[in-house]
């Protein structure tokens, strides 16, 4: 069984910048898809990126033109590059696969805190 691990949260003003790791304990070579979710307090999980295996991405509405998603397989790894952050980007963010082998795999999160 592969494992994620998510790294890079942490507390950043408005209009800061954060990148998010997401290292995998194996290749993710052929995973179908790996992408970002966040979840902020009181409210339900929502997928903010995702990259195919093909590369193709997609990116929910609220954070386009400000999130960037990019993996390196040579590291196993997946980031999430966060730009112009606001107050409501505030969340745990997780980062999930989808494999053909071990089905859906799930991070433990990492928290992201945008201050005012």
């Known amino acids: 069984q592969v494992q994620l691990v998510e790294s890079g949260g942490g507390l950043v003003q408005a209009g800061g910048s954060l990148r998010l790791s997401c290292a995998a304990s194996g290749s993710i070579f052929g995973f179908r898809s790996m992408g970002w979710s966040r979840q902020a307090p009181g409210k339900q999980r929502e997928l903010v990126a995702l990259m195919s295996s093909s590369g193709s991405t997609s990116y929910a509405d609220s954070v386009k033109g400000r999130f960037t998603i990019s993996r390196d397989y040579r590291k196993n790894t997946v980031y999430l590059q966060m730009s112009g952050l606001k107050p409501e980007d505030t969340a745990v963010y997780y980062c999930?696969?989808?494999?053909?082998?071990?089905?859906?795999?799930w991070g433990q999160g990492t928290p992201v805190t945008v201050s005012s």
């Open positions: 999930r696969a989808i494999t053909s082998q071990y089905g859906e795999i």
